[in-house]
């Protein structure tokens, strides 16, 4: 690993598996990422063996922290009970001692939204910004991280809140993938986001919500169409956020 690294991040989804060593000083990767595709049957083992891989290949020495995004909410020293993006093998398993047994190494697990929000908070579009931060990510789904004064409020699920009787579930309503299935324009598009958005804002009362995910290449043809009062704007790293977060996280909680 090159010496302007000074921590290595690895975000893990259901079709691909990227790393990449991380400068934390510029919040960007310090050589290009190695994606690997995720195996047909994502079984921790072979996920596990994956990640290994990758460490292996950018010669990360057994000092600096690893940090691991992973798609599902993450408590240290608990296993998991949910997973939708893996196989289902992974319920019951403690996250953070299979990758860790399987690197040889400790490495440091957060949850893919959380490290997508945080790397918004310490280097893109929420940088300095102070009270609550609402980051989402609109894809296959809705993911949103919570973070107040620069603290991560971890594992918050808010794009399954209930918005009325009849959409029970945010993002099966809001999602940019609900966008493409029922072939929504972006105006019509928006108009669903102000109902998800505003909701959130009554809720919880932010500073600032970002929007992430790979639509927010075209965040000007929606955002500016989104009624509400507080600030929203979109997120700056974009698909290197899930790396660059968890590689930071990872340094915050080395010893």
């Given at each position: 690993m090159i010496e302007t690294a000074q921590a290595f991040g690895v975000d893990i989804g259901g079709s691909?598996?990227?790393?990449?060593?991380v400068n934390l000083e510029k919040g960007e990767f310090a050589e290009p990422r190695l994606k690997i595709l995720t195996p047909e049957v994502s079984t921790p083992q072979a996920v596990a063996a994956i990640v290994r891989q990758q460490l292996e290949h950018f010669e990360v020495p057994e000092s600096a922290p690893v940090g691991i995004a992973f798609p599902a909410p993450i408590k240290p020293g608990k296993k998991l009970d949910f997973m939708a993006n893996l196989d289902q093998s992974w319920i019951g398993?403690?996250?953070?001692?299979?990758?860790s047994e399987a690197c040889g190494r400790p490495v440091v697990v957060v949850n893919d939204a959380d490290a997508a929000g945080?790397?918004?908070?310490?280097?893109?579009?929420?940088?300095?910004q102070d009270g609550l931060v609402v980051a989402t990510t609109l894809g296959t789904g809705i993911g949103t991280a919570l973070?107040?004064?620069?603290?991560?409020?971890?594992n918050s699920e808010l794009g399954h809140i209930i918005l009325d009787e009849k959409h029970l579930d945010a993002e099966k309503y809001a999602a940019s993938s609900i966008r493409e299935q029922k072939d929504l324009g972006y105006k019509k598009w928006a108009k669903r986001l102000t109902k998800y958005?505003?909701?959130m804002e009554t809720y919880l009362n932010p500073d600032l919500f970002v929007v992430g995910g790979g639509v927010s290449r075209m965040s000007d043809r929606f955002l500016p169409y989104i009624e509400i009062k507080t600030p929203i704007v979109p997120a700056k790293l974009r698909n290197e956020a899930g790396i660059v977060g968890a590689a930071y996280y990872a340094s915050t909680k080395q010893a």
């Open positions: 691909g598996i990227k790393a990449a060593p398993v403690d996250v953070t001692e299979v990758f945080l790397a918004e908070q310490q280097f893109g579009a929420a940088q300095g973070i107040y004064n620069g603290v991560l409020i971890p958005y505003g909701l």
